[in-house]
Structure formats: C-alpha cells, structure tokens
C-alpha cells in the first residue's frame, strides 16, 4: 500500500526557514519522481518542487526558485523540501506526492499524504 506521510511544517515569521518531510512507504522511493504541492484557501493548487527518478533532475516554479530545495534520501524512504527566506504568501498546505509517469515530473500526481500546514506571519 503506497503511503506518504508529510511532516516539518508550522508557523514561521516572514524570513524563516522550515524543512518539510515526506516519508514514503510501500514503493521503492528511487523508482519514483516526488513533487511537492501546495493548496491554499481559495487558490489554485500549485506545484513547488520535483525530484525526478530517472536522472535527479529537480524542477522549481519562479515563485519558488532559489528559496526552495528539494532533496531524497532514499536509505530513509524520505524526501525533504527546504525552504528558505518564506514569505506570507508561502502560507498553505503542503503536500508530497508520486508522480504519474513515475520517472519524470510531469505535476500530475497519482498518491499524496494528509499535507501539513505551513503559516507564514508575524
């Protein structure tokens, strides 16, 4: 049974960092390419990160880029997203999920985890 289970988020003041984690069960993580999304009230759900399977390429949106990074350990079934320099705007639930070409980041999602809630203010 594939599982994802996201961890790490909370409250933060503008500026601050969080690392979220994603730990996977019930699939070989390396077989896999992770995303991570967000969905905030009222907005469209957006993609922020991926990690590909075939060759570890990652992929960013502008919105992101240079804040955020993704990475895998997968001796630890677990994928991080670090992010860095936050902003009110970061504020949503953040969830992890398998990529529906398994191998490549496509940002259309098969399998994701409960989320965790990241709150950007001071």
């Known amino acids: 049974q594939v599982q994802l289970v996201e961890s790490g988020g909370g409250l933060v003041q503008p500026g601050g960092s969080l690392r979220l984690s994603c730990e996977v069960s019930?699939?070989?993580?390396?077989?896999?390419?992770i995303g991570w999304f967000r969905q905030a009230p009222g907005k469209e759900r957006e993609g922020v990160s991926c990690i590909a399977s075939s060759d570890g390429g990652t992929y960013y949106p502008d919105s992101v880029k240079g804040r955020f990074t993704i990475s895998r350990d997968n001796a630890k079934n677990t994928v991080y997203l670090q992010m860095n320099s936050l902003k009110p705007e970061d504020t949503a639930v953040y969830y992890c999920a398998t990529d529906q070409t398994q191998y490549y980041c496509s940002g259309l999602y098969d399998d994701w985890g409960q989320g965790t809630q990241v709150t950007v203010s001071s």
């Open positions: 019930g699939f070989t993580l390396d077989d896999y390419a």
